[in-house]
């Protein structure tokens, strides 16, 4: 599209109030359906991001507001100045979560997966999808989001595809895909392997029972004790015991290393060996070994020797007990869901009379000793629970599709070590590298109908067979060999994976592809640097021999207000969607932006963000008065002709603001970048230059104040876009809309001179305002000051605006020279120091006694707060919530306490 502005009324009067809901869905259509978020630049420098694909089935939540946010931000900058800004977008297709809604949706009318065929399934999936799968992209549309809409990607379109096919038979032709027997997160419920990212923790009450292995064949340790305690919080899994691990340096166990176990229940026997996951100081430092049921036992399994083909699996899909492979699980274990399971092999072994019992001694209020026998001993147990399942993770060993990732890993740590990537903060790099340096095998397998099923066909022998189609299989097989495809869709990260060049049209060469291909920037959350970002440096390091992106982004978190994380079970998960309906989507840009601080989560707060609604509501105010004062749209890039000092000091601080705005861009530091032109709009020109300038608008300052105000439009546009586009529009007639207008240039230098006159002005009328409230003197009493000693220059500034002094400070006069005798008013600007009779302005003594007063409670108070932060047992064992408290109101009272000890001094 060409970067033409609809048609606008010349200076059209702005509203009186400003109403964010009224401006925001009219200027989103707008920019959509003329194409603006990517206007035709075909010789511009290109500048591409791609947004981290939100679950198709998802709604917008706190989280993707800032991800979301911060990435418009720099895409609006970088258009701004003129470049060929492609912010990709689209949406994930969520294999799981996508399956699981459908489901219910089915569940709900008396229906079910299992009653249709594979294909009838997922064709049901495509049509959930076209009726609710847009929910989340009309959401970031209202937080005004400038995708490329016109080229939206799903990850399960056809050209995606294919991308996905291509790498799975590429990686699995180079030897970097293959099928392996290892342990997975089985999610029982679900029925299928989940990343760890779909596994969360919960604290769950359990219990840790003691048991008694006996040692087989009448060995016995040092001490003559016929067994070895081991303790689990699982005991269901003795059934697939397969060793018991000491360690090699404990002196208790070291006779016995190599020796057997006889498993009560099972009557399997195992040998007793050494490896250092033996903690000798942990329990009794021995610990039984289910290498088929454990993440650390199938490592210390395979040094002990076990391939994983021949470690026991006890465990269907469903989680209920099967026969192991020896056989050796008693009959009537087999069928059991596994924690009745648990109580049944519990109950067998204290029957047989291998349970340690938990003892507990207490002394009663008589003074007498009281013994209690338990089975177990209470414990809080890290539980792991599927988020979609919502059952507890079983690790399972089963066969499944793995990604060689040590080998595509080792490209994608020099990029980072080299400076290909550069990552910001740079101390995500040593969790990178952390991670990258012991990664592990990744599973990219998972059982379930929607999603890319694998390309890989199975003869009737077990030979498997990897192409792009069924055709190239059976060439590969030969005629007359019957196949049957793999049931098994693969790992939506694996396809998310190709993110940066599959939706440019990979494999094709498009010159879309060329051009923004690698991206320039990742902008994402730190908690998805290995399950994507990581995983994106491997392939495109791997399909596209470059890194796909030059520089990654991790922001932090965003948390409640107390600095919880937060969650559905906890109540204090914050909807965007509310926030905007209050304030306004700019108020929350602005608020994110902010508050975005390298390294550091973000805590809610709903009065800044009614702050930042109130910024904007001041600005409109401001453009209103100039409107009202005959200020129209600049039509010059570069800064008007000024004579006047403030137009001049005006013009440098919109010079200073441009480079302080820059390099906080370039440096990523958007709480900078937003802390500067927040300062210049409200301070220096609503606060300052409006009014030192009111009741002077002459030609002059109506074309400084004119340019000024649009430059303040195009550099806060990327932070508050609506608000500015609706004030762009409404001063005057453009050449084209702000959302394709260009950067600040403004061809100017700071006024030295200039910037010392008016920062003298500010210095003085805000000193005096400040101490007038300080000695309850009222805003508007006129008085007079004294200047014993002053410069020629300071004489100057004086003379030159006497007018805006009398206005705004309030001063008949000012003498140069000494004050007459009595009490007096210090007042300091610049090199001057001004003095202020007060006699007859206020009761001196009364005003003495107040401060004085209220010094002395500031200090006490002050005093008492300092004495309790200092106490270690206070800011260890008191809510964090309270020492924080602490924490501001010793600092409220410690600046009061200064701020009364120099109104005193003020006094004499």
């Known amino acids: 599209m060409t970067e033409t502005t609809p048609e606008t009324t010349p200076e059209s009067t702005l509203d009186k109030t400003f109403d964010p809901a009224a401006i925001e869905a009219r200027w989103y259509a707008h920019w959509e359906e003329t194409g603006l978020f990517r206007p035709e630049r075909p010789d511009a420098q290109p500048f591409t991001i791609v947004n981290p694909p939100p679950n198709v089935t998802g709604s917008l939540h706190i989280g993707h507001a800032l991800d979301n946010t911060l990435q418009d931000i720099v895409i609006r900058h970088e258009r701004l100045k003129g470049k060929d800004a492609l912010w990709v977008v689209g949406t994930d297709h969520a294999g799981i979560a996508t399956q699981m809604v459908v489901e219910r949706q089915m569940e709900a009318s008396q229906d079910k997966r299992t009653n249709y065929s594979r294909e009838g399934f997922v064709e049901k999936v495509w049509e959930w999808k076209a009726e609710s799968g ?38 699995y032709n180079e030897g970097l895909i293959y099928r392996d027997k290892r342990l997975v997160n089985w999610d029982p419920k679900l029925k299928t ?17 003691h048991f008694k292995y006996p040692l087989a064949d009448g060995v016995t340790l040092d001490n003559g004790q016929d067994f070895i305690e081991v303790a689990t919080t699982r005991p269901e899994t003795m059934l697939a015991d397969m060793a018991v691990a000491v360690n090699a340096e404990d002196e208790r166990y070291k006779s016995v290393i190599g020796k057997e176990i006889l498993q009560p229940i099972t009557g399997r026997r195992f040998q007793i060996v050494a490896d250092e996951h033996a903690d000798p100081e942990l329990g009794s430092g021995a610990v039984k070994i289910t290498p088929g049921h454990d993440f650390n036992d199938f490592e210390v399994g395979k040094r002990a020797g076990f391939k994983p083909a021949e470690m026991l699996n006890m465990f269907d899909a469903d989680a209920n007990v099967v026969q192991t492979e020896d056989g050796l699980v008693p009959e009537k274990y087999l069928g059991m869901e596994r924690f009745a399971a648990r109580e049944a092999i519990v109950a067998e072994m204290k029957e047989l009379g291998f349970l340690i019992p938990h003892v507990v001694t207490k002394t009663t209020k008589d003074g007498e000793t009281e013994t209690t026998e338990m089975d177990a001993e209470p414990r809080t147990i890290q539980t792991p629970y599927g988020d979609r399942g919502g059952v507890v993770i079983e690790p399972w060993l089963t066969d499944q599709w793995y990604v060689d990732a040590a080998t595509l890993a080792k490209p994608a740590i020099a990029a980072v070590q080299d400076g290909q990537i550069e990552v910001v903060p740079k101390t995500w790099e040593k969790t990178y590298f952390n991670w990258m340096d012991n990664i592990q095998p990744w599973c990219v397998s998972r059982q379930l109908w929607w999603g890319h099923r694998i390309p890989a066909w199975y003869a009737q022998d077990g030979k498997v067979y990897v192409a792009e189609t069924e055709e190239a299989a059976q060439a590969l097989a030969g005629d007359g060999v019957a196949l049957t495809r793999d049931e098994d869709v693969l790992d939506t990260w694996f396809s998310s994976a190709l993110w940066p ?8 060469k498009t010159d879309l592809l060329a051009k923004h291909y690698p991206n320039d920037l990742l ?68 608020f994110m932006a902010a508050m975005e601080s390298q390294g550091r989560d973000i805590k809610m707060d709903d009065k800044r963000i009614e702050g930042y609604r109130n910024f904007a509501t001041k600005l409109w105010n401001a453009a209103r008065f100039c409107q009202s004062n005959g200020v129209v749209a600049s039509t010059s890039v570069a800064a008007p002709a000024a004579t006047s000092a403030v137009n001049r000091w005006i013009i440098g601080e919109v010079v200073d603001t441009v480079a302080e705005l820059d390099k906080a861009m370039a440096d990523m530091r958007f709480d900078a970048a937003a802390n ?27 074309a400084v104040a004119g340019w000024v105000l649009d430059q303040i439009l195009v550099m806060l546009h990327p932070f508050m876009p609506f608000v500015t586009e609706e004030l762009w529009s409404k001063m005057g007639a453009r050449e084209a809309d702000l959302i394709v207008s260009a950067w600040p ?48 220059a300071t004489r100057a500034i004086i003379g030159a605006n006497a007018t805006v002094i009398d206005r705004l400070a309030r001063l008949d006069a000012i003498h140069f020279e000494a ?58 064992k008191a809510k964090p919530e309270a020492v924080e408290k602490a924490r501001a109101d010793h600092a409220h009272h410690t600046a009061e306490a200064q701020r009364l000890a120099a109104a005193l001094e003020r006094l004499g």
């Open 523 to 590: 902008i994402s959350g730190f908690d998805i640097l290995f399950f994507w970002c990581a995983r994106m440096a491997m392939q495109g390091l791997h399909f596209m021999d470059e890194v796909p992106w030059k520089k990654l982004y991790l922001h932090g978190l965003v948390r409640a207000a107390d600095g919880a994380k937060m969650s559905k079970s906890k109540g204090n998960v914050v909807d965007p969607l509310g926030l905007i309906d209050q304030y306004g989507a700019d108020a929350l840009r602005f």
């Open 134 to 171: 847009g929910t989340i992209t009309r959401q970031l549309r209202r937080l005004g989001c400038s995708m490329d809409w016109s080229r939206e990607q799903f990850t399960m379109d056809p050209h995606f595809t294919e991308a996905v096919v291509k790498v799975f038979v590429d990686l």
């Open 676 to 702: 500067a032109i927040y300062h210049f709009v409200w301070d220096s020109f609503c606060d300052w230059y409006i009014e030192l300038v009111k009741g002077n608008f002459d030609e002059e300052t109506r």
């Open 193 to 209: 392997a989940i990343s760890d990212l779909e596994v969360e923790t919960r604290e769950v009450k359990g219990g840790f029972w």
């Open 501 to 508: 060049f599959a939706t440019l049209g990979w494999p094709e």
């Open 745 to 792: 240039a403004p061809d100017a230098s700071v006024d030295t001179a200039a910037k010392a006159e008016v920062e003298w002005l500010i210095a003085l009328i805000g000193s005096l305002r400040g101490a007038k409230a300080e000695l309850g003197i009222a805003p508007g009493a006129r008085l007079t000051a004294y200047i014993a000693q002053v410069s020629d």
């Open 819 to 876: 004050a007459p005798a009595g009490p007096v008013l210090q007042v300091g600007a610049g090199d001057a120091m001004l003095a202020i009779p007060l006699e007859g302005v206020i009761d001196i003594a009364a005003e003495k006694s107040r401060l004085e007063k209220a010094l002395a409670a500031s200090q006490k108070e002050a005093k008492s707060l300092d004495g309790r932060l200092s106490n270690p047992k206070f800011v260890e």
